[in-house]
């Protein structure tokens, strides 16, 4: 029986890199890993501009949250020159129940996009079709699966870090998946993490 997937779009390699995210950092003053014992970085990119973005909430020692939202430009030969800009947010709710509304969403055990990439399909039937081979006709099973790629659009990295245990997973376009996929746990959790953020510190607004 062959297994034959149809897809309905084209899948693009979207988001922030590892080589990005080190180059953000440095240029943000940052460092790669994370600095806190309570700490959330989301990184968020994509497409053909050289614009990102980074969200940082952390906790210090004296128990203080702090999160802040950094613009970052690249710098491109001979277009434009490196440009960055930090700012302090503040939040609807108290930050320790932003935190744990993250918590809530699973954001210390998320997988990345790619590991379920599987289920990011609309299974088909099995179907017994005819073909011409070698001059013969033959009858073979089929399986016919849908499956949808989002061609251009945004990408982010996470990593987070809390209770003693740290997690860094990426999604690229969550939300437009999710669209096509309303049941999938993983999408809808990843969607709550950016629409908590987009509530309480007005950023990233569709």
Same mark, same amino acid.
Request: glycine letters at 6%.
């Given at each position: 029986?062959? &297994?034959?997937?149809?897809?309905?779009?084209?899948?693009?390699?979207?988001?922030?890199? #590892?080589? $990005?995210?080190?180059?953000?950092? !440095?240029?943000?003053?940052? !460092? $790669?890993?994370?600095?806190?014992?309570?700490?959330?970085?989301?990184? *968020?990119? /994509?497409?053909?501009?050289?614009?990102?973005?980074?969200?940082?909430?952390?906790? &210090?020692? !004296?128990?203080?949250?702090?999160?802040?939202?950094?613009?970052?430009? #690249?710098?491109?030969?001979?277009?434009?020159?490196?440009?960055?800009?930090?700012?302090?947010?503040?939040?609807?709710?108290?930050?320790?129940?932003?935190?744990?509304?993250?918590?809530?969403?699973?954001?210390?055990?998320?997988? !990345?996009?790619?590991?379920?990439? +599987?289920?990011?399909?609309?299974?088909? &039937?099995?179907?017994?079709?005819?073909?011409?081979?070698?001059?013969?006709?033959?009858?073979?099973?089929?399986?016919? &699966?849908? *499956?949808? #790629?989002?061609?251009? /659009?945004?990408?982010?990295?996470?990593? #987070?870090?809390?209770?003693?245990?740290?997690?860094?997973?990426?999604?690229?376009?969550?939300? /437009?998946?999710?669209?096509?996929?309303?049941?999938?746990?993983?999408?809808?959790?990843?969607?709550?993490?950016?629409?908590?953020?987009?509530?309480?510190?007005?950023? +990233?607004?569709?």
């Amino acid at each position: 029986m062959k &297994n034959i997937q149809i897809l309905i779009m084209f899948l693009f390699s979207i988001g922030v890199s #590892a080589q $990005d995210v080190t180059e953000i950092n !440095s240029d943000l003053k940052l !460092s $790669d890993s994370l600095t806190y014992e309570t700490e959330v970085r989301i990184y *968020q990119g /994509g497409g053909i501009t050289n614009y990102s973005s980074l969200f940082r909430m952390f906790k &210090n020692k !004296s128990q203080k949250w702090t999160a802040e939202f950094y613009e970052h430009y #690249a710098k491109v030969d001979g277009q434009a020159e490196l440009r960055t800009d930090k700012r302090t947010l503040k939040s609807k709710n108290d930050m320790e129940f932003v935190f744990q509304n993250f918590l809530r969403s699973h954001i210390l055990e998320l997988p !990345s996009l790619g590991e379920i990439q +599987w289920k990011l399909v609309t299974r088909g &039937n099995v179907e017994k079709v005819k073909k011409q081979y070698r001059g013969k006709e033959i009858e073979e099973y089929e399986l016919t &699966n849908k *499956q949808i #790629a989002i061609l251009d /659009g945004e990408g982010f990295k996470i990593q #987070a870090k809390g209770w003693n245990r740290a997690n860094e997973f990426e999604f690229s376009n969550p939300d /437009g998946y999710l669209k096509h996929y309303p049941e999938i746990d993983e999408l809808i959790y990843m969607c709550e993490i950016l629409n908590v953020i987009r509530t309480e510190f007005g950023i +990233w607004k569709k």
